[in-house]
């Protein structure tokens, strides 16, 4: 007796456990969406209690930019006006230092900063020296000359003949360091010092001299504190909320983000726009597909092809025109009216004409195409490649003895990628916080429904045994003895135990005895 009590307790603990199981199974699967969805909310947003806040304050990812200059073979041959010729040097391999400065948190939900950036070189990621010479388009001499065209011959000639008296030739010779980050220069010095405010730089001359320990300009950015639905997007940058390098508004505008988060919960539908104060432009990019970066998945945003396009191709790209070939972008506007052009290395996705004006371009998808691997629920990148090239076009200017006859060309003059990739303690805590934890609690929800449905199956089974037990001990009714007389209540018709013998026919009417098949009647007197 008591262990048939304890079983059924034990039924009964089971049935509860299970009952609670399937219970918080169901709640969990109903409450876990949004509880995860509140706190990524909670984590992604530029608040200092937020999880995010750290890695947007101060990058922890390694950023490295990787240089490649074009070394010019053949400066005579062009000068006679034949096809240019470049050889491909590099990777210069420079560390890259991010942080914020300055930050105040604004009353409309927005946060204002400024970001440094340094550079470090780093020779064993390099395939060169710093001190390594390079042939290269002289920029200063030959924008001047474009600068001058239309001008009056005798302000040309005066240019040629300064251009001589101060050594400059159309072609310079000069170290990697000194293109990246400036040289004193005798034309800029003279033209510091008769036109002042002409040029940005007062001392030396480089491609990078003003991007290193220096901003990216004052930008100011919602918070999604207060408002979630702008988080990270741009409100003003140096307090404009839209440039006038230009000529249309929809070219001027300021769109996305400053380009190092974005709102989370991204679909296949949704795309990365952020303002870049380099190229002086928003920039779109779209999804290509899903994938997994060290066990977390991403979102790959790629360069459409329109990004370049020139306004025949893709109208909307008409304000930042006057414009070439397709798939090259003017920025003279923004770059002291240089004829400089972006693009993507080697003139990849670019008008075929461009690189085969040049020997030595081999335009390349999977080296040449730039891309952004975002987390889509946090909108996070964890890994990033941008690659975009810089061109001078250059040709004969009449007047300018310099130029010579060159011929008419985009000249490539260096192309540069920017990657990071999150990896170490920070790689491992974003996994664990905001992938793995999802995903237990993810599962978790379906194996306590499953665990408290098993459970519910047992108070169900046990009386199911139960039930056949009790049957198979009761025992079973009484025959009536052989021989015995029928009473009138014992079915005349009830069959005889098993293993009895056979019960005799019953006597006929009159009849005394029965001796075998005889039947003794009696006698009348």
Known sequence: MGRSARARWAVVALGCAGLLCAVLGAVMILAVPSIIKLQVYKNVRIDPSSLSFNMWKDIPVPFYMSVYFFDIVNPSAILKGQKPQVRERGPYVYREYRHKTNITFNDNDTVSFLEFRNFKFQPDKSNGLESDYIVMPNILVLSAAMMLEHKHMSLKLFMTLAFSTLGQRAFMNRTVGEIMWGYDDPLVNLINQYLPNMLPVKGKF????????????????????????????????????????????????????????????????????????????????????????????????????????????????????????????????CRLNAPLFLSHPHFYNADPALADAVIGLHPDEREHSLFLDVHPVTGIPMNCSVKLQLSLYIKAIKGIGQTGKIAPVVLPLMWFEERGAMEGDTLRTFYTQLVLMPKVLHYAQYVLLALGGVLLLAPVIYQIWSQGREDAESPPSPAAPPGRLPSPYTPLLQDPPAGSPPAPPPEPPGCLTRTSARCTRPRHV
């Not at 100011?220 to 440039?243: A, C, E, M």
């Not at 000529?247 to 296949?268: E, R, V």
């Open 206 to 333: 480089g491609l990078f001299s003003e991007l290193n320990n220096s901003d990216s300009g004052l930008f100011t950015v919602f918070t999604g504190i207060q408002n979630f639905s702008r988080i990270h997007l741009v409100d003003r940058w140096n307090g404009l909320s839209k440039v006038n390098f230009w000529h249309s508004d929809q070219c001027n505008m300021i769109n996305g983000t400053s380009g190092q988060m974005w709102a989370p919960f991204m679909t296949p539908e949704s795309s990365l726009e952020f303002y870049s104060p380099d190229a002086c432009r928003s920039m779109k990019l779209v999804y290509q597909e899903a994938g997994v970066f060290s066990g977390i998945p991403i979102y790959r945003f790629t360069a459409p092809d329109t990004l370049f396009a020139n306004g025949s191709v893709y109208p909307p790209n008409e304000g930042f025109c006057p414009c070439l070939q397709s798939g090259i972008q003017n920025v003279s506007t």
